[in-house]
């Protein structure tokens, strides 16, 4: 009964706080004119400021022409100073937490500062709009009043003064007492850094508890439901959870593994929202469960400069405000934070699916493309292949790589897939013709280099044994929510490397 009131309560704030939602819809430039005046105010105080700027910003051209663009490897001497312990290097004070980010497989990790300004003005603000789209959407939903699954990651006490993790794990400690009833698991085993132990006692945990929503990697989720399914005996999760509704995924894309959830949660009545969050910020969320695209968060304590994709690699590009990008355009995203992070690129890729209102999808990473033939293939390409290529022949993709292989005397190019399938195919051939029909269909200018076999040949198919993927970041130390395998290269090492270690290990 308290529960339902304490709902019902929640719904009724949540109600007044989707105005936010709406603004966003409405005043795009406003708010983010708004956000750049708070967030230049602090640069002053700071060591970065000074560095850059002997006065106070006052434009966002003058801001432009006074910092540069940076990725990690510029601002990582200022973050160190922060990790040692010195205040007010790139935002004013000491920062004692840290988003520890292991990135894609190939990449060491970062360490990205979670001040309490970015904290609660952007992840935890986001993550009160991200409910306040759901009530909207579902009027009876009930987060607040039965249980909802994370799975989070974990947290390592460096010392006293400074604590290192996955954003999902801070968020999660930091969490009001009051917050904490509405969870599963219990926060100790949410926190356990060993994947493998913290999915079995979350499957025997969760698997008793009234689930109605639930969040995480697709992948890890599909491992924790299968474990649910062993423990319990019973055929899908619906058997387990009858009242869940509602799923929030992200991290890598969602479309090889849509199939899966569907057979995991058989009906229509499943809401499925993308959100846009990573260890640099709560970027978007998806207020639309039946179409794609995610609203960008324009009031949330992150001001957005924008790349087009073909002037990245410039040595001083141009960036775009939010209203000056184009529909369905690529652009490498540039942001500047409350946590210090001063156009900055995290290194993603976006496309522009609306501009009334600003919604986005994230169609690639900056270093994760195949570009070897001038063709042009991006992460959302290639998983949209698989997917459709899964409808149709029914096949269930667990995990991928692509990697190109080269020309050599006389032959020619193409693009080698390496994939673990949950369940392969019925015939491996036909799986491979449709999947390279389906890339190229998508993606014109791979279709023009496949075109009467001129530049590329058809691609290459190799099947992966079952657990490779994650028995590889096993072996590697990079087992857990944070690490993202490579899915698209324009070299051949990690895909020899996997090679290598399923001939050694098989």
Same mark, same amino acid.
């Given at each position: 009964m308290f529960y339902s009131f304490f709902n019902s309560l929640i719904k009724g704030y949540l109600k007044y706080r989707h105005s936010r939602i709406q603004s966003i819809y409405a005043n795009p430039l406003e708010m983010q004119e708004e956000v750049f005046i708070n967030l230049t105010d602090k640069l002053q105080y700071t060591e970065y400021g000074k560095k850059y700027s002997k006065k106070a910003i006052s434009s966002i051209s003058e801001f432009k022409k006074a910092y540069p663009i940076v990725n990690y490897e510029c601002i990582f001497p200022f973050i160190d100073k922060m990790i040692r312990g010195e205040e007010n290097i790139l935002w004013p004070g000491k920062v004692q937490w840290f988003a520890k980010s292991s990135g894609t497989t190939n990449d060491r990790s970062k360490y990205i500062p979670i001040t309490d300004d970015n904290l609660f003005e952007n992840h935890v603000a986001s993550s009160w709009d991200a409910m306040s789209i759901i009530y909207n959407n579902q009027p009876d939903a009930k987060i607040f009043e039965k249980k909802n699954l994370l799975m989070g990651g974990s947290l390592s006490h460096i010392n006293e003064n400074l604590i290192v993790g996955d954003v999902s794990a801070i968020l999660l400690s930091r969490m009001p007492a009051i917050g904490r009833p509405f969870y599963s698991p219990d926060f100790e085993t949410a926190l356990l850094a060993d994947w493998e132990?913290?999915?079995?006692?979350?499957?025997?945990? =969760? =698997?008793?508890?009234?689930?109605?929503?639930?969040?995480?990697?697709?992948?890890?989720?599909?491992?924790?439901?299968?474990?649910?399914?062993?423990?319990?005996?019973?055929?899908?999760?619906?058997?387990?959870?009858?009242?869940?509704?509602?799923?929030?995924?992200?991290?890598?894309? %969602?479309?090889?593994?849509? $199939?899966?959830?569907?057979?995991?949660?058989?009906?229509?009545?499943?809401?499925?929202?993308?959100?846009?969050? /990573?260890?640099?910020?709560?970027?978007?969320?998806?207020?639309?469960?039946?179409?794609?695209?995610?609203?960008?968060?324009?009031?949330?304590?992150?001001?957005?400069?924008?790349?087009?994709?073909?002037?990245?690699?410039?040595?001083h590009p141009e960036t775009l405000n939010i209203n000056e990008v184009e529909l369905e355009k690529d652009y490498c995203i540039v942001i500047s934070t409350s946590?210090?992070?001063?156009?900055?690129?995290?290194?993603?890729?976006?496309?522009?699916? =609306?501009?009334?209102?600003?919604?986005?999808?994230?169609?690639?990473?900056?270093?994760?493309? &195949?570009?070897?033939?001038?063709?042009?293939?991006?992460?959302?390409?290639?998983?949209? /292949?698989?997917?459709?290529?899964?409808?149709?022949?029914?096949?269930?993709?667990?995990?991928?790589?692509?990697?190109?292989?080269?020309?050599?005397?006389?032959?020619?190019?193409?693009?080698?897939? !390496? &994939?673990? %399938?949950?369940?392969?195919?019925?015939?491996? $051939?036909? %799986?491979?013709?449709?999947?390279?029909?389906?890339?190229?269909?998508?993606?014109? $200018?791979?279709?023009?280099?496949?075109?009467?076999?001129? /530049?590329?040949?058809?691609?290459? !198919?190799?099947? /992966?044994? &079952?657990?490779?993927?994650?028995?590889?970041?096993? =072996?590697?130390?990079?087992?857990?929510?944070?690490?993202?395998?490579?899915?698209?290269?324009?070299?051949?090492?990690?895909?020899?490397?996997?090679?290598?270690? &399923?001939?050694?290990?098989?």
């Open positions: 132990e913290k999915i079995e006692k979350t499957a025997l945990q =969760s =698997s008793k508890d009234d689930i109605v929503m639930f969040a995480g990697v697709p992948t890890w989720t599909i491992c924790l439901f299968k474990k649910i399914l062993e423990v319990t005996g019973k055929s899908n999760m619906r058997e387990v959870w009858p009242n869940v509704k509602t799923y929030f995924h992200g991290g890598v894309g %969602f479309d090889p593994y849509v $199939d899966q959830f569907k057979t995991f949660l058989p009906g229509d009545d499943i809401h499925y929202y993308e959100v846009y969050n /990573a260890s640099e910020g709560y970027f978007a969320v998806q207020d639309r469960s039946n179409e794609k695209g995610m609203i960008l968060l324009l009031a949330n304590s992150i001001f957005y400069e924008f790349i087009p994709l073909e002037h990245m690699d410039d040595e946590s210090g992070l001063w156009r900055y690129k995290p290194g993603d890729v976006v496309r522009f699916v =609306s501009v009334a209102p600003y919604r986005i999808m994230v169609s690639g990473r900056t270093k994760h493309f &195949i570009n070897v033939f001038g063709e042009e293939v991006m992460v959302a390409n290639t998983d949209r /292949a698989l997917k459709e290529t899964c409808e149709i022949c029914d096949g269930k993709v667990r995990d991928y790589t692509v990697a190109p292989v080269f020309m050599q005397n006389n032959s020619k190019g193409g693009h080698q897939w !390496l &994939i673990e %399938f949950d369940e392969n195919p019925s015939c491996i $051939d036909k %799986f491979t013709e449709l999947l390279d029909l389906r890339l190229r269909s998508i993606n014109s $200018d791979y279709d023009a280099k496949r075109h009467k076999d001129i /530049a590329l040949q058809n691609l290459q !198919l190799d099947i /992966a044994p &079952i657990g490779t993927f994650n028995k590889w970041l096993q =072996s590697k130390g990079k087992l857990g929510g944070q690490s993202k395998i490579l899915r698209l290269s324009n070299d051949r090492n990690f895909i020899e490397q996997l090679q290598q270690f &399923i001939q050694q290990n098989n």
